[in-house]
């Protein structure tokens, strides 16, 4: 990727305009020559790809899968995002104290150029999702799925390769949850689309229960990191499909503070999350009644813990005991 952005700023050398400027929100003038645009960039690239002091390089890597052009088109809307601020851009390319936090990445991938996120915007999915066609919906059917698939990363399936199992077989594994093979295979089939899983037939269109899958590395951020963010909890609020009537209008005049004021801030996040942890809770409290020989550790208890300890990290600036999701690291190792 840094050789191709090479490329790209040899060709920008010649055909910009021997002096670049922009004006930051407090009307200070940045001017700079065309011959300064590859430190510019290489600042950013640097602070977004090579630090490894942070979790921002790892996201980014994930989300990619590997594909460079992919990588560019995030490095791109990072960089030109009206949810980054120019202020921000020159404080980290000029050593100053405003770095871009890991908190806009999430919002930016999560919304792109969108003021809000939607299942067609950005690169990040919404693991709470369900289709309320499905037989027996719940919001908790993607991060079981999400999980099984991570525990059994390092295993070798039914088609003998490491890690991919066939859709039969997760299907009878999610039947002990109480979920339906038809809904499982539909959940599947949604992670493929939004390549959080890969299928043995290297397609992103569809499986069937003869196909086996396996986890991406983008499935695995989204199950190992994501859930522990507040950013990204509260960027999933719009799209989160809920039961409950009351906690869906209070959760909905948040967004609708948001798109009101084009700003919300995060204590206010914090609470709209906090509703959101609680209608989960409930919704894993009887889920348990009607299957209590289920697996004492589930995907649903990973992501609630998750929650609860991105909450507890925010409420009283630090983590409630060990970070969740060191189970996922360790298994099948």
């Known amino acids: ?30 001017s700079y020559p065309k011959s300064a645009l590859g ?33 560019l088109e995030m490095f791109v809307s990072i960089i030109t995002s009206g949810h980054l601020s120019t202020t921000e851009i020159t404080s980290n390319v000029i050593g100053g104290s405003h770095h871009i936090k890991e908190h806009n990445i999430l919002k930016i991938l999560m919304r792109t150029d969108y003021r809000f996120a939607s299942e067609h915007s950005g690169v990040v999915a919404n693991i709470l999702h369900f289709d309320r066609d499905w037989q027996k919906p719940d919001n908790f059917l993607l991060s079981e799925a999400l999980y099984y698939l991570v525990m059994n990363r390092k295993r070798r399936g039914q088609i003998g390769m490491e890690g991919y199992w066939t859709c039969a077989h ?15 295979l539909l959940a599947l089939n949604y992670l493929l689309g939004r390549r959080l899983i890969i299928a043995d037939h290297f397609g992103f269109r569809e499986v069937d229960f003869n196909d086996a899958v396996r986890t991406s590395a983008a499935g695995f951020m989204h199950l190992r990191f994501m859930p522990s963010r507040l950013e990204y909890l509260y960027g999933i609020l719009p799209t989160t499909p809920l039961f409950d009537e009351v906690k869906t209008t209070q959760i909905a005049r948040y967004v609708e503070r948001e798109s009101s004021r084009g700003f919300i801030p995060l204590v206010a996040k914090a609470e709209a999350v906090g509703l959101l942890y609680d209608y989960l809770f409930e919704q894993r409290r009887l889920l348990r009644e009607k299957q209590p020989f289920s697996p004492e550790q589930t995907g ?18 630090a983590a409630a005991g060990p970070e969740p999701g060191t189970e996922l690291d360790l298994a099948g190792i």
Do not use: C
């Not at 997760?170 to 499982?184: F, I, K, T």
């Open 170 to 184: 997760v299907a009878n594994e999610l039947q002990r949850l109480g979920y339906m093979p038809a809904d499982v």
């Open 300 to 317: 649903a208890d990973l992501i609630l813990k998750q929650i609860n300890n991105a909450l507890q990290h925010h409420w009283h600036g």
């Open 1 to 30: 990727m840094k050789r191709r952005l090479e490329l790209s700023l040899d060709y920008l050398s010649s055909q910009a305009r021997d002096l670049q400027s922009y004006s930051l929100p407090t009307g200070l003038r940045i």
């Open 39 to 71: 430190t510019f960039l290489n600042g950013l690239y640097l602070e977004l790809f090579g630090k490894r002091s942070h979790n921002v390089p790892r996201i980014l890597e994930a989300l990619a899968g590997g594909d460079i052009r992919k990588a």
